[in-house]
């Protein structure tokens, strides 16, 4: 797949940079948004090459849908981690198996791996140490599975269904 044109890729980069500019501002003053653009614009012009390979494109209403999707299900998904990390505090016997496992990921953009290594290190339990081409180093605090096909499903599977349609 052939990458977008340069002008693509930057205003797209533009794009995500102004959302994230409102949505952290949480403002609509004109004033407000005139600096968000202008900052937007300026930020995007030295990182656009960095952020996007395909540009607009990644603002399709599939990877949209999925993003919508995942943001849910992503948050459920660290409700339950909280609550077995709780469960593993205050239970007497501390019911740990620590270990450090391989899991395998089929995400061919880095920053769909990145995506993969972020979500995996902010649910409580599990902490990626390094991603290598298609392997995740990750420590478990519970290993219930470690072969490499079984530690996927387990730790990455539950991410990677939605990443997969987010980052390609």
Known sequence: MEKAGKFNRYIFTVVVLYISWILLTSTFRIDELLVGLVVSLLVALGTYDYLSEHGLRN???????????????YLWEMILANFDMAYRVLSPEMPIK???????????????????????????????????DDKLLVHWIYVKDETLDGATREIGGRFEKFLKEIFG
Not at 59 to 73: Q, T, V
Not at 105 to 123: E, H, P
């Open 59 to 73: 603002l399709s209403p599939r990877r949209l849908w999925y993003l919508l999707i995942y943001i849910p299900y």
């Open 98 to 132: 620590p270990g450090i496992v391989e899991i395998h990921t089929d995400l061919k953009t880095d920053v769909g791996k990145l995506a993969l290594a972020n979500s995996i290190t902010l649910t409580p339990g599990t902490l990626t140490m390094d991603v290598k």
